[in-house]
């Protein structure tokens, strides 16, 4: 009797012993831990080009390929920086088009900002941007294409109060709902708000939700949107607190939770994030913080991360860690085909466009 009580312990013991193996090993594995980055493309979008400085790009796929966009001229501010546009076939990159400027009238012109490209499924082409003196007084402008970035309508003015995609891409949910992130900078005080602007009519009407914030315990811009299988959407947002910053959504963008600093380093300067085909969440971001005693820090290195669930994230690979350098501004998507395409400004000397697949 005592000897089958005995071997029932050491059956039962062995059993507990393998379901702890087991489960150890599922928590200790990571899909993330064996993905490699097999870059295919890295060159320059342009080497010459009628202006002397480039920032903050944009891209997007359309039915003929890519389209990339940025702003151009003296430097950033000057009356004369316009958005130029380059549109990428099988001999390379075309050179640098200019499909939109601040001109008000004969005497009067204004700095082009931060263009957004978004192809609207089966529709066209669109291309939000903003003009305005300073960033805390621009305002929201938008064209359309409808052969694929070749020719662009007349621009048109956003309804008071919107200023359309900030910096990053809208993001479609449920096939429907057009969520475009945006945000504000205060001219009076320091004062850096989130919001987003929601149409279901892609882009004929759009709804304003936030600030998301009613703390505001951080100064946050420039968000992103990722979505999950579970139907939640996240934010990412550059901060200039050190860190990324994070905010989640459970009712497709109507409300948002408290902001909070994830483990990600921001100096202070603009990211991009995108889901992708896998359910896998990818960030293109500065792994750097701000400088003592400044508001800002070293846009080198760029790099990306990954995380499963948006709290975890790894970094996998380094887009580029000159230093000194400038290396921001970072806009990803991925292709019908899988391929990822990232561009970002390069030393404001020319946007740099990087092909590459997570396998």
Not at 112 to 127: D, E, I
Request: charged share 20%; aromatic share 10%.
């Amino acid at each position: 009797m005592k000897k089958n009580r005995k071997n029932r312990l050491s059956n039962c013991s062995l059993v507990l012993i393998v379901i702890f193996f087991f489960t150890t090993i599922k928590i200790m594995a990571n899909p993330i831990d064996s993905l490699k980055v097999d870059v295919e493309v890295s060159e320059f979008i342009y080497e010459n080009a009628s202006f002397p400085q480039s920032h903050a790009s944009t891209i997007a796929e359309t039915d003929e390929g890519l389209v990339a966009a940025w702003f151009g001229g003296t430097h950033e501010k000057h009356p004369d920086v316009s958005i130029y546009s380059s549109i990428r076939t099988e001999e390379g990159w075309s050179s640098p088009h200019k499909i939109a400027d601040g001109v008000i009238n004969d005497t009067l012109r204004y700095p082009c900002w931060n263009p957004v490209l978004y192809k609207v499924p089966n529709g066209s082409l669109m291309l939000f941007y903003k003009v305005g003196p300073t960033v805390e007084e621009w305002w929201g402008m938008v064209k359309e294409s409808a052969d694929n970035g070749k020719t662009w309508s007349e621009a048109q003015r956003l309804p008071e109060g919107l200023l359309g995609p900030i910096k990053n891409k809208p993001v479609l949910i449920n096939d429907s709902i057009l969520i475009a992130p945006s945000s504000t900078e205060s001219k009076t005080e320091y004062d850096w708000r989130v919001h987003f602007e929601i149409s279901k009519d892609f882009g004929k009407t759009w709804k304003f939700v936030g600030p998301i914030s009613e703390e505001n315990k951080y100064n946050i811009i420039q968000p992103s949107i990722l979505h999950y299988n579970d139907g939640r959407l996240q934010m990412l947002a550059r901060s200039n607190h050190d860190f990324v910053m994070s905010s989640w959504s459970e009712d497709n963008g109507e409300t948002w939770s408290e902001p909070e600093p994830t483990m990600l380093p921001n100096p202070n300067s603009g990211t991009d994030a995108v889901t992708l085909q896998s359910g896998l969440q990818l960030i293109v971001y500065n792994n750097s913080k701000r400088e003592v005693g400044k508001n800002g820090g070293p846009r080198t290195a760029l790099n990306i991360a990954m995380s499963e669930d948006g709290v975890n994230w790894k970094m996998i690979y380094t887009l580029e860690d000159t230093t000194p350098g400038e290396f921001s501004y970072p806009a990803v998507i991925q292709g019908k085909n899988g391929d990822i395409h990232i561009t970002y400004t390069y030393n404001r000397d020319t946007i740099k466009y990087v092909r590459l697949r997570i396998i």
